[in-house]
């Protein structure tokens, strides 16, 4: 998922984003006048930043005519500015991987998977496959991705079409074992990566063959 840049370098989805960051009464009149297109562009684009949960609304009530809203980024949408907290975990885990073997990093990584799971134990050890895919995207969009599945020829197809660690993952690629390894044990089946964000694809695409889908 890109981050938020220059304005120079954006889009107009993009301006709106960061008008809305940096305003407390974003709304469809000053977006519109911000990002220089008409109202129903602006509109067109708030639907779709909705949709995808980058923001929210909230109804204003005036003494004369009609409510209107005012738009602010979600949670999810606070994800797409780089924050500083993303450069101190980078500085982190450089000093953890200086410091320590190879392996014990990796344990490292395992046990913050190992953390997830107990969290959740006992809720989906005993669901069907589909119900399991079902649960896991509930899961992922806890941890912050984005995910979806379908059915295929190929078997089952999962997609996190957004990565909450991208930033970190271009320096630290190891902090993908998690949500890698959260698939491979909610699921309890192998799983083949097809594409990945990291590396500049529109998600990162798992198949899981029939034959394992038990």
């Known amino acids: ?17 960061h008008a809305i960051k940096t305003s407390s009464q974003a709304n469809i009149e000053k977006l519109a006048e911000v990002a220089d297109v008409s ?7 708030i639907n779709t930043l909705q949709a995808a949960g980058l923001i929210e609304s909230e109804s ?3 003494k004369v ?14 994800e797409l500015f780089p924050k500083r ?3 101190l975990t980078t500085r982190l885990l ?4 200086a410091r320590l073997p190879e392996e014990v990093v990796q344990e490292v990584f395992n046990s ?3 953390g997830v799971l107990d969290d959740h134990e006992g809720e989906y050890e005993h669901l069907p496959f589909e119900n399991k895919l079902d649960y896991l995207v509930g899961l992922l969009g806890d941890e912050g991705f984005t995910s979806t599945w379908e059915r295929s020829e190929l078997g089952y197809i999962l997609r996190e079409h957004s990565c909450p660690y991208i930033s970190i993952g271009q320096h630290h690629n190891e902090i993908c074992t998690i949500d890698t390894e959260l698939i491979i044990n909610v699921l309890q089946a192998p799983i083949k990566q097809h594409s ?9 695409e798992f198949v899981i063959a029939e034959e394992h889908s038990v």
């Open 94 to 97: 450089d000093e953890l991987k």
């Open 112 to 114: 913050v998977v190992q």
């Open 196 to 204: 990945c964000l990291l590396q500049g694809a529109d998600c990162c």
């Open 39 to 45: 109202p129903v562009t602006v509109r067109h684009h």
């Open 65 to 78: 005519g009609r409510p209107y809203y005012v738009y602010s980024l979600s949670e999810k949408g606070q």
């Open 60 to 62: 204003i009530r005036r």
């Open 85 to 87: 907290y993303i450069r």
């Open 1 to 17: 998922m890109k981050t938020i840049t220059s304005k120079n370098k954006q889009s107009t989805r993009e301006i709106i984003l």
